[in-house]
């Protein structure tokens, strides 16, 4: 069984849409993350989660943002997408250090 | 300066090599270290934590330099299927448990 699952693998769309990515874990794990990877392979983290707080990078735009609607879930949605937006998606869960990482979303703003 | 750097590579090895990789970090409160590793095109996957101590897992051992910040990984008798990017990753024990990477080292190992 796949523990942390994204959907879609790949998004395709046009500058200005607004779309979503969503999450789903199935380990139990009370912390949920989403990351961002851009074309030169740097991870970088956008949010942490553990349905009671959220916490935010200060340099992740106000355009995105993490909505949870139970434990296991954690989706990001993106307003406005602009080029610089294209990059690949991670979801991730922990119960402590660990964190085990969703197979990523590819978007592309066209 | 980024808070973890690494030298991207990449490494080239042929099969049966040993190689090592080296990592520094910037943030003296960092508490928590780890190696990652990345197939292309795949998620990051855990592959240690490294222990003040230092720890080996097989082929695999992580030392940590608390004084001069950096962290090592060194590989045994590599095998082709260790062809990946490794990423070095520190936890600074804020709120959130968020995770630090660094850019990762690129090693091919060849037959």
């Known amino acids: 069984d796949t523990a942390v699952s994204q959907t879609p693998k790949y998004l395709v769309t046009q500058m200005g849409n607004d779309k979503s990515i969503k999450c789903e874990q199935n380990?139990?794990?009370?912390?949920m993350y989403w990351y961002k990877q851009d074309s030169k392979k740097f991870l970088k983290i956008m949010f942490s989660?553990?349905?009671?707080?959220?916490?935010i990078n200060e340099t992740v735009p106000n355009r995105f943002s993490p909505k949870s609607p139970d434990k296991a879930h954690l989706n990001l949605h993106i307003n406005s997408l602009e080029l610089g937006d294209s990059a690949v998606y991670f979801c991730?869960?922990?119960?402590?250090?660990?964190?085990?990482f969703g197979p990523g979303t590819r978007l592309t703003v066209t | 300066r980024k808070e973890v750097e690494q030298d991207p590579g990449p490494f080239n090895v042929p099969e049966g090599a040993t190689v090592a990789f080296n990592c520094t970090y910037s943030n003296s409160a960092s508490q928590s270290f780890f190696w990652y590793r990345q197939d292309c095109r795949k998620e990051p996957k855990l592959l240690m934590s490294?222990?003040?101590s230092g720890n080996e897992d097989g082929r695999f051992t992580a030392q940590l330099n608390r004084a001069s910040q950096y962290i090592s990984l060194l590989i045994r008798d590599s095998k082709l299927s260790d062809s990946a990017t490794y990423l070095c990753v520190v936890n600074v024990g804020d709120a959130g448990n968020m995770l630090t990477f660094g850019g990762g080292t690129r090693l091919m190992v060849k037959p």
């Open positions: 380990l139990g794990h009370d912390t």
């Open positions: 490294v222990y003040s």
């Open positions: 991730a869960s922990s119960r402590n250090y660990e964190q085990y």
């Open positions: 989660y553990n349905n009671k707080e959220l916490i």
